[in-house]
């Protein structure tokens, strides 16, 4: 039996009632109407499937038998209901114990009340965060550059060219960067000619947010292990890839509803949004990315507008992994020498790896290993919440190097709040423990330690470090820390810090500090206050005193640079109770090509005047571009050939494109979907255009060609007349040989597109008359709007 939603069908003896009656009248009479009865006691309907006031956006076929409703078990599971209360087959809603049925004609639904334990949890996303975006990438190359140069009289002077060359194709990108020394007088003791400092090959795999490196890599490492320089593959995981996905667990409120309801968040007496809850459970997820201690506020307003205000402390910690999430990194290769000092020294071969895992919201697990011909390590930590008190860390490493076993025992904790901060770090060390940061030293082992076996170079026996911050509101900030580490022939170094910030008026900030070293039983002290002067400008005195270089009392002027390019300057001037008076200077002009900056610092006798430009060369599109140093992704805008576009980045002027119709638009962020849009008031008539705005997300380090195609179109105003010289009439149609009809306006003028050099037009008049004209284009290199006529168009007879 067919149905739609909303139509009431009759079962099939209904719609025979009163046949024989109807046959006996004769064949040309009308069917007696339905009998009202036989509808009530029988009918189907679709209808909106309505359970405790949420609509289950379904809508099912429903089944009246006299005052009942019968539903299909299918459509009540999927609707949500759990089996256990749901018999097989066809359901009789209406005699279900606890439940009521109501038909709401006019909305055509089907409401039903159930018990709050028969609706299930619903989880509703209170903060979708930054949405994912496929990310962009073009083919081209880039060539960071960095010149500089200084001078002292005393000394000599000296010149430096520092380079990153970059290229990329799809996924990949090649890299490497160096510098080049020349001492140009003086005695300048410095290593002379090239230096190479890095050349990898990255390809990375956002949607795994994994990334393969080869070449000059660092390895991965833990809180409690050391990186060292590789030359070799890297494969890991690189979270940088997805700045959409939060990797720590965050708070999830729960919460029953009884009717549809609004909820506001508030976290630590601040606003975090709003969002709508169907009724029953629910449970709020992805809540603001947050961090430490706190409290969360939930304010719930029914229809009514009754409110519900209910406090939930939570604790987050960003060190956690979310459940079932995994990180991790591991890289084989040869150990890197003499990194700075040599281009090309390579070790042995040695392997290193670390993993994370999110076991649960509370507990993460990790794991580090390192290997080598004579050394072997491995070690296991975990990262544990302590509920709402905190997060503790701790880690157990066991090496085995040139015939010696040794451990390493590190372990910490940590509590934040927005009005305090607590952190510990802790290790422990055994005079034999190596890893591959040891391993490599050429004099481990010393002659006279030999037989011992005892390393010469060696991480500290013991460490500890403490802090401690406070927030006390308008009375400012306050800091303590202290350090203390002791080496393996017992010598200490135990530093105590306390600081102290606050805000001032206008935006000025007052900030105070001392530092003890507890083994030379000095202390250093320190002032700085800075004032604002201007959103530019700004100044800044301060003072310091310390045990080698006494006091000093210093004053600075700053005015930096404008976002758009421009001029920005520094002076300073110290005066030192134990050396001459110091001074600096600094200016400095960039435009959208280059940066230049130069300038003299020092005592008046001794000093050092410097000058330095650095910048950007970029080919992509056949196209050459300057530009400032791009250290992460560049967009090249296009805009078709046409020159002196303005072209907008993030809704803000970033400059016009050249005669070629090009502009560069560097200081992208990698993976954030940015706005490029045009501005077409000044383009000509003639040009067509298939957007004028764009939102693009790029890959980290690559360009990509962002096109506006532009199309010129010949096109004209003509006006018609007759022979007489009167305006052909209103609403005329002019045909041409495959084009679109063109309709005649006021004066006989009317609008054409896509013209040919020479133009054959037929018009059809609104009497049903014809005429004939004709004209041909002239040359127009300026694209403006042209007019042609009055053309006079012969009626046809």
Known sequence: MAVVRGQLILPLTAMLLGSTAWAQQGDDMLPPPPDARAINEHAVFHLSLVINHYDTQRVVPVTRRQNDFFISSADLLQAGLPAEHVPQ?????SALANVRAEYDSASQRLLLSVPGEWVPERATAFNSG???????????????????????????????????????????VLSSTGSLRKTLSGSIRQQEGYMRYDTTLTFTDEDDATQWSVGDVISDALTWSSSVRIGGVSYGRDFSLRPDLVTWPLPAFSGEAAVPTSVDVFINGYRAGNTQLQPGPFTLTNMPYINGAGDAVLVTT???GRQVSTTLPFYVASDLLKPGLSDGAITVGALRRNYGIENVDYGTLVGSGSYRYGLTDYLTLEGHGEAAQSLTLGGAGAV??????????????QSHMSGD??????????YNTRLFSVNTQHSRRDRDFGNLALYDQRNFYNNEQRNGQRPVASLSRNTDQYALTFNMGDFGNVGAAWIGVRS??????????????RNLWGGSSLYLAASRDNQQGDWNFALSLQIPMSDLDSAAVSMERTPDNGSTERINYNHAMPTDGGFSWNMAFAHQSQAKNYQQGTLAWRN???????GGYGESDMMTWWG?????????????FAANRINDAFAVISTGGHGGVPVNYENQPVGETNRDGYLLVSGVSAYYPASYSINTLNLPADTQLKDTERKISLRRRSGYLVEFPMVQERVASVILHDENGEAIPLASEVDRAGKATAIVGYDGIAWLENLDETNALHVRLPDGKTCDTRFTLIANPEHKLQTYGPLTCRRNP
């Open 89 to 93: 087959g066809e359901v009789n809603v």
């Open 130 to 172: 930054l949405r994912r975006t496929t990310p962009k990438y073009g083919q081209g190359a880039l060539l960071n550059y960095d010149v500089y140069t200084s001078a002292n009289e005393h000394i000599g002077g000296q010149a430096a060219l520092w380079h990153e060359f970059r290229y990329f194709n799809g996924n990949g």
């Open 302 to 304: 029914d229809a009514l």
């Open 384 to 397: 544990l919440k302590l509920g709402r008190l905190g997060v503790l860390n701790g880690a157990w490493t």
């Open 405 to 414: 076993n040794g451990s390493q025992l590190a372990w910490g904790y940590q």
């Open 488 to 501: 393996f022939d017992n010598q200490k170094t135990e530093l105590l810090n306390f600081s102290w910030s």
């Open 592 to 598: 959208n090509n280059v940066e230049l900056q130069g």
């Open 612 to 624: 330095e430009a650095l910048g950007s060369l970029v080919l992509m599109d056949g196209q050459l």
